[in-house]
């Protein structure tokens, strides 16, 4: 009841407050503000409402069908290289040695594609896909594949998609191994008393053991993935034709291309809202399975400030926006 | 179901030629037999957790076999082996119900549907998990998951033993003690072989029949809680075994009498032939020795305390270095400081090195 009121504790979180408004807020308000309006150059803006709002949203303007297609392109490559990467993983992680100076050696091999700079990779594979200089165009081309990732539809996704994986199953492995470290020898040789099958073992003890990371791998992976720009941009610049435009492809051609200030704002806003909601589903959706298995009717409240935990990763889209 | 043999059994995790001192398990010899109730006693570190786990396969013998009615299994593995196991901490298969969880052991050697039912009910039933079958075994606490460890040990009935490594380390002593005598009813009911590991002498005296006591490495002796406590076959069972230990004396003994600082204590038979050179000591239980007023006859000791346990006071008195219990009657005082001890000769035990003698009648 005797409480001192103070209220010059409020100057602490002003530090904090202004970072915020600064890095976050007022970016996005700025974005906000040029979603409603349109421009013809010379600084000069007109008022629009919710016109690009509404435009973005009709597959039958030229703006909605663009955005509509790119997005369309982006869950599907999202849910292709989810489909492979997390299985494979999975795999690299249940064969990877658990003692001795190997593991060391292949920690450092699977970091490895991790550590090359998005630029980069994409102007590897660029060029290891060249029918004419690279090594894997080439060899397709030589073994009787017709493969050109410049002309083709089908080559280009398929360089695109191996190109993903090679670059990022290796955090979906490390995460793993991570997990698959954290089990307990106990368990092993239960499981070994219990005269469990290998297929048994993984199913009983380490899949749900490795639940967690697996959450993490999955959330991380389909965020970045949704978000890819670079890699794709270096290899195809988002051709044959469209047909490897992303949303952010897609979004700084309109941005930067066209110089189309509002319509390039409502497009960012909206592609951020669907990552958002995306994630919040996902993460809903994950951690009531968890939880099912994890609440000992006492750590519910543990859970609780996790949601918003999973939501922070998302103002790291603001400097993509600030470009717009 | 089945007698185990273990035939000059050692094993060393600094693999075979590593020098026999540094062996975490020395060489041994035993029969456990069928439908016993047994007890691994030691401190930690003595190798009873290795003894264990080379019985039930997860660790391959440096040296030596095992075998189940006579039948070698040493080169088989854990799962061939048809071994039940309980460790230390609860293991739960986290996405299975309780129901399930206590199946696994059945399902995966693919024992028909309906008798799977039958013994998970019945365990279920034996262990108060009833209620819980359909629950997922994660909610509960430490104590009810243990008892599904336990469960998974039990469910199968045709294993050749259950062996427990100290598995009520995590549970409550109020529900430790209704544990142990749940498993010693288990025993009874279900006829099964039980090897139980402790490092706490009174959970192996409740549990077992036949205590095995280990000390670095070895197996001391093996025998029934009264065998160990009134014969100890080495100091360091009586010292381990009891509370407080056996006293041990330094002494030279010759025919019927022990000497010690030229005090001469009778002793109820006649040892002749020690080996030579050997350290003779004598060993006698706290309970065997009273201390009473000093007489010239008597050996005699400085007092330091007295412990009352109620029941009986022990005296805690020193005899030069050596620091001795002794049974300290409820009229006893000693005006100043000191009192004699009076040994009863028929407990009075000979040891060369650390091993008892038994002497001529």
Redesign the interface.
């Known amino acids: 009841m005797d409480k001192t009121v103070n209220q010059k504790a409020w100057f602490l979180v002003l530090p904090v407050f202004l970072v915020v408004a600064f890095s976050a807020v007022l970016p996005l308000m700025t974005v906000v503000n040029y979603s409603m309006q349109d421009t013809f150059g010379n600084n000069q803006f007109f008022w629009n409402g919710v016109g690009w709002f509404k435009e973005l949203l009709d597959p039958s303007t030229d703006l909605g069908g663009r955005f509509l297609a790119s997005l369309g392109r982006n869950l599907l490559f999202s849910l292709v290289i989810l489909a492979i990467e997390v299985p494979l993983g999975i795999v690299v992680a249940l064969s990877m040695p658990r003692e001795g100076w190997t593991v060391a050696a292949c920690l450092v091999i699977l970091a490895l594609p991790l550590l090359i700079p998005w630029n980069v990779v994409g102007t590897i594979w660029q060029i290891f896909g060249r029918p004419d200089i690279g090594l894997l165009g080439y060899v397709l081309n030589a073994m009787g594949f017709d493969y050109n990732y410049v002309s083709n539809d089908v080559d280009a996704w398929f360089t695109v998609i191996v190109m993903d994986v090679w670059h990022w199953t290796s955090l979906v492995a490390l995460l793993c191994y991570a997990g698959l470290k954290s089990i307990p020898e106990a368990y092993y040789q239960a499981a070994q008393i219990d005269g469990a099958s290998r297929w048994a073992v993984f199913k009983a003890i380490q899949l749900p053991k490795m639940n967690r990371v697996l959450l993490i791998a999955v959330l991380l992976r389909f965020m970045d993935s949704f978000m890819i720009y670079t890699e794709p941009f270096v290899v195809t610049g988002g051709g044959p034709g469209n047909s490897t435009t992303f949303v952010s492809i897609e979004l700084v051609k309109i941005a930067l291309g066209q110089f189309d200030l509002g319509k390039a704002a409502a497009l960012s806003l909206v592609y951020n809202l669907i990552i958002l909601i995306v994630c919040w589903i996902f993460y809903t959706v994950m951690t009531n399975a968890g939880v099912e298995r994890k609440v000992q009717a006492e750590s519910e409240p543990a859970a609780e400030p996790k949601p918003a935990a999973a939501l922070k990763p998302v103002p790291a889209l603001e400097p993509r926006e600030g470009v717009a | 179901m089945a007698r185990i043999d273990l035939v000059d059994l050692a094993h060393s995790y600094g693999g075979n030629d590593a020098p026999q001192e540094s062996f975490a398990l020395k060489p041994v010899t035993m029969t456990w037999r069928q439908g016993g109730a047994y007890a691994l006693l030691g401190p930690s570190g003595c190798g009873k957790t290795t003894l264990l786990n080379v019985i039930?396969?997860?660790i391959t013998p440096s040296r030596g076999k095992i075998l189940f009615d006579g039948k070698d299994i040493t080169p088989l593995?854990?799962?061939k082996r048809n071994?039940?196991?309980v460790?230390?901490?609860p293991?739960i298969?986290?996405?299975?119900t309780v129901g399930q969880n206590l199946a696994?052991?059945l399902k995966?050697?693919g024992v028909p549907k309906a008798d799977i039912d039958r013994r998970v009910a019945e365990i279920g039933r034996l262990l108060d998990l009833e209620p819980y079958l359909n629950r997922?075994a994660?909610?509960l606490t430490a104590d009810a998951k243990q008892k599904i460890?336990l469960g998974?040990?039990l469910v199968r009935n045709d294993v050749a033993a259950v062996l427990f490594d100290e598995p009520l380390t995590v549970i409550d002593p109020e529900l430790k003690w209704q544990l142990r005598s749940k498993l010693k009813a288990l025993h009874r009911e279900l006829d099964l072989t039980m090897i139980y590991v402790t490092h706490d002498q009174t959970e192996a005296l409740t549990f077992a029949d036949t205590v095995v006591v280990m000390h670095d490495g070895r197996v001391v002796q093996s025998g029934t809680p009264a065998e160990l406590f009134d014969k100890p076959a080495h100091t360091f069972v009586g010292y381990f075994i009891g509370s407080p230990g056996m006293n041990i004396l330094p002494a030279e003994v010759r025919g019927r009498e022990a000497r010690i600082d030229g005090h001469v204590i009778a002793l109820n038979r006649s040892y002749d032939n020690l080996p030579a050179g050997a350290k003779i000591e004598i060993g006698v239980r706290p309970e065997f020795v009273e201390v009473v007023a000093p007489a010239p006859s008597l050996l005699t000791a400085r007092i330091e305390r007295i412990d009352d346990l109620g029941r009986i006071r022990f005296a805690r008195v020193r005899v030069g270095d050596a620091k001795l219990a002794a049974r300290a009657p409820g009229s006893f005082t000693s005006a100043d400081g000191t009192a004699g001890l009076k040994f009863d000769p028929s407990h009075v035990h000979v040891y060369a090195d650390s091993l008892l003698v038994e002497g001529a009648a």
Do not use: E, H, W
């Open positions: 039930s396969g997860i593995s854990t799962q071994i039940a196991q460790f230390q901490f293991v298969y986290d996405t299975m696994f052991p995966n050697r997922k994660t909610r460890s998974r040990g």
